[in-house]
């Protein structure tokens, strides 16, 4: 083997801080408890470990510009001056309070975990949505037709000098923009961001200029939107940028990095790009490699991404390698990098802060300074030759081989029964005008029944007391009485305001699918692995690593509970299997539809299980269902089949009169309302309050035949509704839907509401209903 120095790249690398450093120092800073000066030092201490830790590693290509106070796409749009005109900004440099105000609102009110948007008094926060397919969110970018963009920050060139002044040489990540403007939304419906292009570049052009002048001798710049369906006028941009950007500045060479899948039909229009480097995902898409070698050009270097960058699994070194020393052979040690797939932003920072997780467990994950090794070692590996790393590479070989054929990662009876699913089980007894009537004898409702979705405020004080109860500081005994007394005092009030279908109010859970995660075999929950999901709030996502099964029902006494204080029908209320699947880390050993199929049988037990209880009505949450979606159209069906297949497997085990509903939080269902169809619930509760019912379109002309709760209140916001706006919205949704189709309820949850936020809009919406039942008469 030849001795080739192989370059060693990190595409990104969490900024939370090992400890959520820049949460607090964010809090703090956000509730004036810290000066801004301190808040700016806690960013700088960050940066320095992250850069330092990363050069330890062995990183030769050390990312600088991927820090960010709450995020990337936000620093984009503040860097190019894309800043709409109601944060007040009038040109020069842009104020941290700007830039707050953009993320948050001036007056920040905190999301529901659903919500895409926050309404506060006062500036509202720019809108936030997901970042392709992970559970991180961005701030949307907002563009005018008449937009300018100017240069404001040199944010990228700053960190860029800030690491030299370390001692260590970075290559500054940008996001590119081309993908900038495709995730932009435009003020009006007249033009296309990307129409604004030839505005855009020149602000490029200039940040290169500088950042070749301060001595970078390689740029990454991020256009992910490569991977996704694009039009030519897309590949045509991407074209324009690329030749604009080189000859302006020739002197720095550009990573373009792809990922998130793989290049396919934008194989050809993306190689013939003029860069000087091309990063391709070879997790998300390893059978794009071979293509990959034809197109790219001789004098190009390929970055190969073969560390995952969204999942927390250890590499299998050996296989890598045998993969990319023909590689390595065929282009020469110059021509090729090894890469994390993508940031790894979507990881959590370091496993060795794990010091509960089961030692077996342990022995097989990864978190993101541990693939900064793994990079290492491969880039040792195929520089000097296998030789060099033999004792790395057999350690990661014999854990994989463990993990392979461990009894904890395979269980044979859950194998059984899923090789059992039959037709019977995936479809209710009767089709959907049978179980109707059943369900009108069973269940004594009036037309347009109330009913909340699940929650109820989780206040300072539930929060407090679960936490006391997790500390050892408060008894099992007392937590348990405390959530007694909360269930007890919300069904009551639900009761005397008179709602027609009572929940229990969730008092007893942390999140909707840690709590179903602690209660199943198959999942591991960690102290620290924080990823970030949107600005300073971070989750720990479930880590699901072997064959899933319920040992014990998991809220039927919670349910049994409820029903006990009241003769109204009390929901049972569950998560379903999809949204488990998508807010979890998942197993890269066997197929994500075959996990979900195994979460589904455990929720159908529980189900039945309910029913067996008394529950006449049980709701399955799908919150995640439509997120989850692929990136490219021609993957949709495969994933829609089997995440329907699953809802479907939960709930067809009980009888006719069992009444199933699901929540999701958002209704853009056009594209998949026969998805929605499929899933055959009894009843469906969406959002739609803000889009004044023109959502309800598609369930109009798809003839949506079961029963449908639009929300007539929007709870992402603290806004009580009147009741006159409700009886409205409802008259807008009864243009579209048959009365007895319609159910009156909430968008989501009310969890992340105040009591007294939610008392006069509750009592509000029962009115609306009864002026709606006079009105029907
Ligand atoms: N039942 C859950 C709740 O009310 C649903 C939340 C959600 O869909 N995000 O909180
Ligand atoms: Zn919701």
């Known amino acids: 083997m030849s001795q080739n120095n192989i370059a060693v790249a990190s595409l990104g690398f969490p900024r939370i801080g090992r400890h959520r450093e820049l949460k607090f120092a964010l ?75 953009m993320a948050r609102g001036s007056q920040g009110d905190g999301h529901a975990d659903c919500g895409h948007t926050h309404h506060g008094h006062g500036v509202p926060a720019l809108e936030m949505t997901k970042w392709f397919d992970t559970n991180y969110h961005y701030m949307v970018p907002e563009v005018s037709e008449e937009q300018e963009f100017t240069l404001t920050s040199q944010k990228p060139l700053d960190h860029f000098l800030e690491a030299r002044a370390l001692g260590i040489h970075t290559r500054p990540v940008v996001l590119g923009p081309v993908t900038f403007l495709k995730l932009a939304k435009a003020r009006s419906a007249i033009f296309k961001p990307l129409d604004l292009l030839p505005k855009l570049l020149p602000v490029y052009e200039e940040l290169l200029r500088r950042l070749a002048a301060a001595g970078a001798d390689w740029v990454q710049i ?373 996990t979900c199929r195994q979460i589904a049988l455990a929720i159908r037990d529980e189900v039945n299980d309910l029913e067996a209880a008394g529950a006449k009505m049980i709701q399955i949450d799908e919150a995640a269902l439509r997120e989850g979606l692929p990136l490219r159209h021609k993957d949709w069906k495969t994933y829609l089949d089997w995440a329907v297949e699953s809802f479907r497997i939960c709930s067809s085990g009980v009888d006719d009169k069992t009444q199933i509903h699901t929540h999701m939080c958002y209704s853009e269902f056009n594209q998949i309302i026969d998805a929605i169809a499929a899933m055959d619930a009894d009843v469906i509760s969406i959002e739609t309050s803000r889009s004044k019912m023109e959502l309800l379109d598609a369930f109009r002309n798809f003839k949506y035949p079961n029963e449908i709760g639009p929300g007539v209140y929007d709870i992402h916001s603290p806004r009580v509704p009147e009741v006159g706006e409700m009886t409205e919205l409802l008259s807008l949704a009864r243009q579209r839907l048959q009365d007895r189709q319609l159910w009156v309820n909430p968008d989501c949850g009310l969890k992340t509401r105040k009591w007294d936020e939610v008392r006069p809009a509750l009592v509000n919406m029962v009115q609306a209903a009864a002026e709606l039942r006079k009105a029907a008469q």
């Not at 990363?54 to 510009?65: F, H, L």
């Not at 391709?280 to 190969?304: G, H, I, Y």
């Open 222 to 594: 991020d256009e992910p939107i490569s991977v996704l369906d694009l039009t030519e006028g897309e590949r045509h941009a991407l074209s324009v940028t690329y030749k604009t950007l080189t000859q302006a500045v020739p002197e720095l060479k550009i990573m373009l990095a792809t990922y998130f899948g793989g290049l396919a039909d934008n194989l050809a229009a993306v190689a013939a790009l003029p860069v000087a480097g091309l990063h391709v995902d070879l997790l998300r898409a390893p059978e794009q490699l071979d293509d990959v070698l034809k197109a790219v050009r001789k004098d190009q270097v390929l970055s190969l991404g073969v560390i995952d960058g969204r999942n927390i699994w250890r590499a299998d070194l050996a296989s890598i390698l045998n993969r990319l020393q023909p590689v390595v052979a065929a282009r020469g040690g110059g021509g090729v990098e090894v890469a994390t797939s993508c940031s790894l932003l979507h990881v959590p920072i370091d496993l060795e802060l794990e010091t509960a997780l089961d030692a077996e467990l342990k022995s097989w994950l990864a978190f993101a300074t541990q693939k900064l090794s793994e990079l290492s070692i491969l880039g040792r590996g195929l520089s000097e030759g296998k030789a060099a790393v033999a004792a790395e590479v057999d350690a990661a070989s014999r854990a994989i081989a463990a993990r392979a054929s461990s009894p904890k990662v395979t269980d044979p009876l859950v194998r059984g029964r899923i090789a059992g699913i039959d037709a019977g089980m995936r479809q209710r007894k009767s089709a959907f005008a049978v179980r109707r009537a059943a369900q009108a004898e069973a269940i004594r409702l009036p037309l347009f029944p109330t009913t909340t979705i699940g929650s109820f405020p989780q206040t300072p004080e539930v929060r407090k007391v679960r936490s006391a109860h997790a500390k050892g500081t408060l008894s099992y005994v007392d937590y348990e009485a405390f959530l007694r007394k909360e269930t007890e005092a919300t069904i009551r009030w639900q009761e005397e305001i008179g709602l027609d279908v009572l929940v229990h109010g969730e008092f007893e859970r942390n999140d909707m699918v840690q709590y179903f995660g602690e209660q199943l075999s198959g999942f591991a929950f960690t102290q620290h692995a924080w990823v970030q999901s949107y600005g300073s709030r971070y989750v720990r996502p479930p880590i699901i690593f072997g064959d899933v099964s319920r040992p014990n029902p998991m809220t039927v006494r919670w349910w049994q509970y409820s029903q006990s204080l009241t003769d109204k029908p009390v929901k049972g209320m569950l998560t379903g299997p999809v949204t488990i699947l998508n807010w979890s880390f998942v197993r890269d050993d066997i197929p994500r539809s075959e």
């Open 27 to 101: 809090e703090g800073f956000w509730s004036g408890k810290i000066a801004e000066s301190e808040l700016l030092e806690t960013a700088r201490k960050l940066r320095a470990e992250n850069w330092s830790l990363q050069r330890d590693c062995g990183i030769t290509r050390i990312p600088s510009n991927d820090f960010s106070f709450y995020d990337h796409v936000l620093d984009t749009a503040v860097m190019v001056g894309a800043i709409p005109s109601v944060y007040g900004w009038t040109g020069g440099d842009v104020l941290l309070s700007t830039y707050f105000a």
